[in-house]
């Protein structure tokens, strides 16, 4: 339906990202397709490593989901920060990922986990990292009458340690600026470690050059500060009501620094 009705049309999930835009009227699609009326869209699974996430499984589904809790608990952390029990019973993964809004937490994580999107449309079924999805705000890979139907996502090892700081002005708010971590230690030094920044740029960012300076290091307070100052300077956040450039980029430092030490003191 949505590649026959065009471009005008689009796919409606939870509502909680696309009624409000329609009532500000920054979205006027000429139809709205449900979601709901899908049940391949949805569920928690495992395939092989991967965890794969139907669409339009609900926020309030990944807290409750045991086999996230084992496998991918900064799933959990990151769905409970997002606005409230309300907005989390109807907000959806894919809606949340495929929206586009550098405000939403779910992209900046996808990034740090190394997802892909799993995509179907007219032309069939295509498979997008998460890391290559974003382009602008509000502008993804995603072609006219296409939709994400799942996302897969490789298990990190067990013992991975892991974070989601997120600051905000009062609960149910966007992220001032949010940092995802999820890395792994071996003898008292970061084996592997992946990183994910929120709201503080057009995009959700992969800060790939902080993470080749903390890797091998014992994360001491002189590398991390290393680490923050190459993630601070990919940032390019908007100055608004959550506060001016300089802020934001600082606050963005500020979320990665806590994140790192707490997935650090996780990490087994
Ligand atoms: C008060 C309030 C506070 C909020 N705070 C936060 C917050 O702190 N952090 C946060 O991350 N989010 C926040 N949100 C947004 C919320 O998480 C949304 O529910 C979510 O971003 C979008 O999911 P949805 O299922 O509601 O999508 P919808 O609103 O239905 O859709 C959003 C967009 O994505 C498209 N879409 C939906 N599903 C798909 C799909 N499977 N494939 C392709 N396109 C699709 C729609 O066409 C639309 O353009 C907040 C919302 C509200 C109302």
Redesign the pocket.
């Known amino acids: 339906m949505l590649a026959d009705l065009g471009e005008d049309a ?11 835009m329609m009532k500000l009227r920054l ?1 006027t699609p000429s139809h709205l397709v449900d ?1 709901a009326g899908v049940p391949e ?1 949805k569920g928690i699974r495992q395939d092989g490593g991967d965890i794969v996430i139907g ?2 499984t609900t ?1 309030h589904e990944l807290i409750g989901s045991a086999l996230l809790a084992d496998e991918l608990p900064i799933l959990r952390e990151t769905s409970l ?4 029990p309300q ?1 989390r019973y ?3 993964i ?3 990922v ?2 586009g ?1 550098p ?4 992209p900046a994580v996808m990034m740090c986990l190394g997802a892909t999107y799993q995509v179907a449309g007219k032309a069939g079924e295509r498979r997008i990292a998460a890391r290559e999805f974003y382009q602008g705000a509000y502008f993804t890979a ?1 072609e006219p009458g ?4 799942a996302i897969h996502i490789k298990a990190p090892p067990a013992g991975h340690g892991w974070a989601y700081e997120k600051l ?1 002005r009062k609960v ?4 001032t600026a949010a940092a995802a971590v999820v890395l792994t230690m071996d003898s008292g030094k970061v084996a592997t470690c992946s990183i994910g920044l929120t709201n503080v740029s057009e995009t959700p960012l992969w800060a790939e050059e902080a993470e080749k300076i903390l890797v091998g290091s014992a994360l001491d307070d002189a590398t991390v500060k290393k680490a923050v100052a190459a993630a601070e300077a990919i940032t390019s956040p908007a100055a608004d009501s959550r506060g001016p450039v300089h802020y934001r980029t600082k606050m963005a430092g500020v979320m990665l620094t806590r994140a790192l030490a707490r997935a650090k003191e996780r990490a087994r």
């Open positions: 689009r796919p409606l999930a939870g509502g909680h990202s696309l009624i409000p979205a979601l869209l669409a339009t926020q920060l997002i606005a409230d907005v109807l907000g959806t894919g809606g949340n495929a929206n809004d405000g939403n937490d779910m995603l296409e939709i994400v139907t905000k149910g708010d966007y992220a």
